[in-house]
Nanobody, 122 residues
Framework: QVQLVESGGGLVQAGGSLRLSCAAS????????MAWYRQAPGKQRELVAV???????NYADSVKGRFTISRDNANNRVYLQMNSLKPEDTAVYYC????????????????WGQGTQVTVSS
């Protein structure tokens, strides 16, 4: 089995910073892309940032220049450094990993964490 566990959410004032962490654990053979998504109340889940196993990154326009995604391949972890936070960044943030389990090493699929709440007050 595979589990993704996020941490680091919380309440912060506008202009502040938070760092989210996500650890993938279990019977993992390989991890490809890792990403952060978010879902605000009444809105669809949206991609915030994605990072490949080689370190290539891509960001939503709304967070470019403020958020930085990084990863630790040795420990199957992904991070999201969020600076200059705005009230519109308030959402539940979800970690996603495209990976294969050892039991099925050539079949990858996406796994989700349980989400962590980020609230930015004005």
């Amino acid at each position: 089995q595979v589990q993704l566990v996020e941490s680091g959410g919380g309440l912060v004032q506008a202009g502040g910073s938070l760092r989210l962490s996500c650890a993938a654990s279990g019977n993992i053979f390989i991890v490809n892309d890792m990403a952060w998504y978010r879902q605000a109340p009444g809105k669809q889940r949206e991609l915030v940032a994605v990072i490949s196993s080689g370190g290539r990154t891509n960001y939503a326009d709304s967070v470019k220049g403020r958020f930085t995604i990084s990863r630790d391949n040795a420990n199957n972890r992904v991070y999201l450094q969020m600076n200059s936070l705005k009230p519109e960044d308030t959402a539940v943030y979800y970690c996603n990993a495209d990976l294969a389990q050892r039991s099925v090493p050539y079949s990858t699929r996406g796994y989700w964490g349980q989400g962590t709440q980020v609230t930015v007050s004005s």
